[in-house]
């Protein structure tokens, strides 16, 4: 196809009015620009790690807009993994006045547009196709955006990353910037993006590889620019009883760090109908809290549950709304999901409850309650989930001091849980630990061990709730729930 077949009318829609670069996206504006100048493949890519709530995609689009105004970019090529997140894209793009087209757009030439929208997965199922009607970016200037870029490395859970990164390497060859985004990076390796640096050093007597950001900025730089919110836990904790009656053994929820027995416990303890009771007192004071924040100071706030399941998400569904609550669910396999996340988006739900659909990339700035109830116990899943809530509603950054009011997360004491809470404001770099399986590496990642709890965590006693506020982890205060 040629290139006139995909072209981009950018006239003069590019409007001089619209949001302000934050301090951190003008840095990448000028590191950009810098690497534009350079010229050559030594420049060409650059990869930012910015946590959630920060503006990545925002800030990529304003990036684009500047460069193209000063003459060093002409055209924009972005590259996500799910339908819902390109979607976020064309709403960013449109605040600026830019069109994206989805490709295979409905027609061949979307004028008026400011690029293409890809997914990672159409790409590689086409990428010959693709190939031949992108050829025309090696006569432009095109920027190519790797959304969540971390999607290119190998990953256990997503055999067709390394495929993925393939195709993007090809598409995007012949773009003269090439920019990888990540708000949650971990373990990938063979990033099929050209990191600009990487190192490696002795850790714990293995030789560990690093792929550094060019661009690295912290949850905890977010939340004292006021960008994003700070999170306060409130970790439930109790007694596990296992065997039948008359033969049982308990376990403390928190101090259990046998595996095996850990994994039992918090399989148990996110079952709302345990002996227990940990799940319904999570559930209850996850509510509570919803109910204060709507009543004193965020009418229209909303809270998240991350349900193991789908049956285990229904049951949770039917409990809240026994007390009255509006509740959206939401899974993989409702075709109904997309409505039902806008739906919550509008506020026309008190409560969503998912499985798989609201971690990574899911945006609704109204978010201010998680309740974390699901046997998923990785750092990058966990952060993913609870870091919904940091957004700040666009109405509401004029009538709160910085730092921000907090946003809550309540969750099963699971000793690992504990461990990723303390360092969820801190950015870890990529790490590549060749042979090292999954779960080790998760464990290795987040910090965990026997050890690493705090004293004053289980001074609280069994049965407590375990505190931790702030974005100085960990601080462990009394106060009401």
């Avoid at 714990?204 to 836990?233: C, M, N």
Wanted: hydrophobic share 40%.
């Amino acid at each position: 196809m040629a290139m006139g077949s995909l072209s981009f009318n950018l006239a003069a829609r590019h409007s001089l009015a619209g949001p302000r670069p934050r301090h951190w996206q003008r840095r990448m504006i000028e590191l950009l620009r810098r690497r534009l100048e350079q010229g050559g493949p030594a420049g060409q890519d650059v990869l930012i790690h910015a946590g959630p709530g920060a503006g990545k995609t925002l800030g990529a689009l304003l990036a684009f807009q500047r460069l193209h105004r000063e003459g060093t970019l002409t055209h924009l090529l972005v590259c996500c993994h799910r339908s819902s997140i390109a979607a976020q894209w064309r709403s960013a793009a449109a605040q600026l006045g830019l069109t994206l087209s989805d490709w295979p757009a409905q027609s061949a030439d979307p004028a008026g547009g400011a690029g293409l929208l890809l997914s990672y997965q159409g790409a590689a199922r086409q990428i010959d196709r693709l190939e031949r009607e992108l050829a025309w970016t090696r006569e432009a200037r095109v920027l190519a955006v790797a959304d969540e870029v971390h999607h290119l490395g190998i990953d256990p859970e997503e055999p067709e990353a390394a495929v993925w990164g393939q195709a993007f390497q090809r598409l995007s060859q012949g773009c003269v910037l090439r920019l990888g985004l990540s708000g949650t990076p971990f373990r990938a390796d063979n990033l099929a993006f050209r990191a600009a640096r990487r190192h490696r050093q002795w850790e714990g007597g293995e030789l560990i590889e690093h792929i550094a950001a060019d661009l690295s900025v912290e949850p905890r730089e977010l939340i004292a620019a006021g960008d994003v919110r700070p999170l306060e836990f409130r970790f439930q904790d109790g007694w596990v009883d296992h065997g039948r009656l008359g033969d049982t053994e308990r376990s403390s929820l928190s101090t259990e760090w046998r595996e095996g027995w850990r994994a039992r416990n918090l399989r148990r303890a996110i079952q709302p109908g345990d002996s227990s009771s940990i799940a319904l007192r999570v559930l209850l004071q996850a509510r509570r809290r919803l109910e204060r924040l709507r009543a004193e100071a965020h009418p229209l706030a909303g809270g998240l549950v991350i349900a193991r399941d789908i049956a285990h998400a229904r049951r949770i569904t039917g409990l809240l709304e026994e007390e009255g609550d509006r509740v959206v669910l939401v899974h993989s396999q409702d075709p109904e999901a997309a409505t039902g996340l806008q739906r919550f988006r509008d506020g026309e739900a008190d409560w969503l409850v998912s499985i798989d659909m609201c971690a990574e990339g899911f945006d609704a700035p109204r978010l201010r309650v998680v309740a974390y109830l699901t046997t998923v116990v990785t750092r990058s899943r966990f952060v993913q989930a609870i870091t919904r809530a940091v957004r700040m509603e666009a109405g509401r950054s004029e009538l709160e001091a910085i730092p921000r009011q907090p946003s809550y997360v309540f969750a099963p004491a699971d000793p690992r849980l504990l461990a990723y809470a303390r360092t969820w404001s801190v950015a870890e770099p990529y790490r590549i630990r060749p042979g090292a399986p999954p779960a080790e590496q998760d464990s290795a990642a987040g910090g965990g061990g026997g050890r690493s709890l705090p004293p004053q965590a289980l001074a609280e006693g069994v049965g407590a709730v375990i505190r931790l506020r702030g974005p100085e982890l960990p601080r462990f205060l009394g106060g009401p729930i």
